[in-house]
C-alpha cells in the first residue's frame, strides 16, 4: 500500500522514513494524480483541521478517493464536539483518575504524539486518547477540582511541539510509521424506545408537522414508544433504543452529535453519522461520484489556484456551491464573467474549495427515495415559480418558494434514472437517502445525493402512503432485531 503523509510545508519535514512520501496539501487537494491512485494510507498532519480548512478537506477527499484516511473526518469533527468530549471525560475516567493522581498541581498538559508521551508514565492514558481520537499530535488539558477532569482537547500543529520534544516526536513517528496495522432503563411495555429530533424552528424541516404525526401514529402500532424530542435532549438519548433524525442534518449542527453518540452506544438510528459527514458536503460528494464513473453535470473543484480557468471548462451559465449548502441555501448561478468572479471570490473566503457546475436546465428533477439500497419512493420536484431551482428562497409570497411535485410507481421510473439513483447510494453505505437526478439529453446526470430526505405528508407519501413510514420504521426494527 502506498503511504503519503500530507503536510502544508513538506521542506519543513526532517522525518526520513522508508515507502513514506511526505507531500504538501495543496498538491493532494488539486493534483489530479493523486485522485488516481488506489490503495494509498494517507496520514495527515496539516497544520489546522477546522472546517472547510485544507486539513479538514485531506482527509475528506482521502476517504471519497477510496484512500485510509488517519484521522478520518469523523475523528475530526469529534474533536470539535464539546458534548462528544464529556463523553470521552466520562467513559475513561477511572484511567485519568489512576494517571494523574500523582500530580500536586491543580492543571497538567498532555502532549501526545503518534499515541505516545515523552513520559513513560502516561502511555497508557495517552494510547487511549489516541485510540479514540486518532489525531496525530494531541493536546490535552486538565484541571483539578475535587477529581482530574479534563478541560480541553485540541490538535496542535508541528509548530506547537515544544523543541526539546522533537527528539522524541520523530522517534514517536519512526515506530508509529513502521507499523503495518493502526488500530438503559425502560419505563413503558413497548417492546422499543424510539426517540425522534426534530427542531422546533427549523427553516427546512425534512417532515412536515402531518407526516410526523403519522411516524408517531404507525411506530405505535408497531410497538414502539415514541418520544419527538429536540437537541437540548442530547443527554436523555441514552434511555432510547432508536433514534430518527428529523431536523436538518449539518456537520455543524446537533444532528450529528446525536448521531455519533447514538452510534457510541450501540442505539439503532436512521441516519448514520457517516452519511451527514459526507452527504453534507459536495466536495466529497462530487469526488466520490467522479470516482464511481458516475454520470454529473460537467464539475470542478475549484481552489485558489485554477478558479480563473473553470469558466473554460463548465461554460456559462455555471451553478456555484458552497461544500455545505443544503435545500439550495448556498447555491448561486453565475452568468456573466463578472458575476462569476465575484460570487466565487466571496465563497473561497469561508472555504478552501467550492464546487461549480455546468448550469443544466431541466422542467423537474427526480428524487428517487433509497433505504438501505432499495428503492421505497419516487417523485418528481418541478422548478419553482419563475425560477432556475426547485426552491426559491427568495420569493416574496411563501406559495411561490418552491414548486409543485408528483409522485410515482417504481417501476414507472426510467430505468437508466433507478439504475443511476441506486448506483449513488451504494457509494455512501446502507442509510436512508434521496438521490436528486436530472434527464438531459437523453442522460441522467446526478445532481445531489441526500441524506435525511424529506418525508412529507402529501409529497413522498402520495402514491405508496403509509407504507413510506413503515418501511422505515421496519428498517430501524431490523437495526434493533441484528445487534
Sequence with gaps: MNKYIIVNHPEKWKLKLANVEIISAQAYLTNPDFAKIKNARIFNLCKDYSYQSKGYYVSLLAEARGHLAIPTVKNIVDLREPKLVKIVSEEFDDLMQTSLKSIKSQEFTLSIYFGQNVAQKYKELSAMFHRHFQIPFLRVKFNYTTRWNIKSIKAISEAEIPDDHLESMYEFAAQYFAKKRYDTPRTNTAEYDLAILV???????????????????????????????????????????????????????????????????GIAIIDYPDAILKCCNKVYMAEALENANIPTPKTVIIHKENKDKVLELT??????????????????????PVEYQELVTMMLKKSELVIAQEFSPSEYDWRIGILDNKPFYACRYYMAKDHWQIYNWDAKEKDDQDGNADCLPIEKVPKKILEAALKSAKLMGKGLYGIDVKEVGGKALVIEINDNPNIDFGVEDAYYGDQVYVEILSALKNRLVKK
Design 315 to 336: 461554460g456559462l451559465p455555471v451553478v456555484l456551491k458552497s461544500p455545505d449548502s443544503t435545500f439550495s441555501f448556498g447555491v448561486k448561478k453565475a452568468t456573466t
Design 199 to 265: 427542531q422546533p424552528d427549523d427553516p427546512a424541516p425534512p417532515s412536515n408537522a402531518k407526516a410526523l404525526k403519522k411516524f408517531v401514529e404507525i411506530a405505535e402500532k408497531m410497538d414502539f414508544y415514541v418520544e419527538i424530542v429536540s437537541p437540548k435532549d442530547l443527554s436523555r438519548l441514552s434511555a432510547f433504543d432508536a433514534l430518527f433524525i428529523r431536523q436538518s442534518t449539518e456537520v455543524n449542527n446537533e444532528a450529528y452529535a446525536f448521531a455519533r453518540k447514538a452510534q457510541q452506544e
